[in-house]
């Protein structure tokens, strides 16, 4: 059986209530904060977290068994100034970073996506420079290591095109003290490695999503039949870069209460979770499910509203 006191590492941003989130209380400390976006199975966090004790560090990952995996090591190495988040690193970056509150980031690898039509799926593009111009602190790094130098020249072009940075030149098989486990193995198959670096020079924030995150119920002071809400299957909301769509609806034997399956959008940042329509005295309450908490994005809140509209007007 598993030891779960070794996954104690993992930050649920969910279950705080303010957002950027406050990363000295997290850390219990003041240090300067290095992140690295997309950690694999941990080994370079590590590694670099035990060479730099007076820091604190992060490593974002999506992948639930590469953070397990992480959270591993890092209780192997007794090491209290690790944390660990599983979530998509241009939401987390954009969200949950104060301006000037990162040191250091690194990227290790990213995948590519080398075809075009998958080109939406990679990381790095001008809105993701544009988030560590708010992030980073004034002279702050970015760091990337990549065996595609397609891949490390498109990166040089997106910092060279934003004033906030000074970009250095792409070089080749660059040496560092701290690898990874695929960088090793590309250099024993002669794999040429480009590094990158740019350094923040100037300053300029973002407009974040989660900068208001009040999300109030909605009572719907009249009576309902269970058809208005099954009715809903299938609606779908495009509101900019806003969208929701409800995808199923469930509910219980006696029809007092009803679970809406949603999908939300936020530039393209995908949540999904239940709506919760159910008997509240006379009437009925449309709120979020507390099974699963998303973020109250702009677009999260549209769906709760949204649907308290239709509910409110069906007659």
């Excluded at 609806?249 to 679970?259: C, E, G, H, I």
């Amino acid at each position: 059986m598993k030891d779960v006191s070794i996954l104690k590492y993992e930050i649920n941003p969910r279950l705080y209530d303010h957002f950027p989130l406050d990363w000295e209380k997290i850390f219990q400390r003041k240090a300067p904060l290095a992140v690295e976006v997309g950690c694999g199975n941990g080994e370079f966090l590590v590694n670099w977290a035990q060479s730099q004790p007076d820091w604190n560090f992060l490593g974002i990952e999506l992948s639930l068994a590469s953070a397990e995996r992480i959270q591993s090591r890092i209780f192997a190495h007794h090491l209290q100034h690790v944390r660990v988040l599983r979530d998509d690193a241009r939401f987390v970056l954009s969200e949950l970073f104060a301006d000037l509150s990162i040191t250091r980031l690194v990227m290790n690898f990213p995948d590519p996506w080398p075809k075009k039509k998958h080109q939406e799926r990679r990381l790095l593009n001008s809105s993701f420079v544009a988030t560590l111009g708010a992030v980073l602190e004034i002279g702050g790094s970015f760091e990337l290591f990549t065996d595609q130098q397609w891949y490390a020249a498109e990166a040089k072009e997106y910092f060279t095109a934003n004033s906030l940075f000074r970009c250095g030149e792409i070089e080749s098989d660059f040496k560092r003290e701290v690898s990874t486990k695929y960088e090793r193995k590309w250099r024993e198959q002669y794999r040429q490695i480009f590094h990158l670096k740019a350094i923040k020079k100037r300053h300029k924030s973002i407009v974040r999503l989660l900068e208001n995150t009040d999300m109030p119920h909605v009572y719907i002071q009249r009576p309902i039949i269970p058809s208005e809400i099954e009715n809903l299957k299938g609606i779908e909301r495009i509101n900019a870069d806003r969208v929701f769509a409800i995808k199923e609806v469930f509910s219980t034997s006696d029809k007092q209460a009803f679970l809406l399956r949603t999908v939300t959008s936020d530039r393209n940042y995908v949540q999904n979770f239940f709506l919760l329509v159910a008997r509240h005295g006379q009437g009925f309450i449309v709120k979020i499910d507390s099974g699963f908490q998303p973020y109250r994005t702009p677009a999260v809140k549209m769906a709760v509203e949204e649907i308290s509209k239709i509910l409110q007007s069906v007659s």
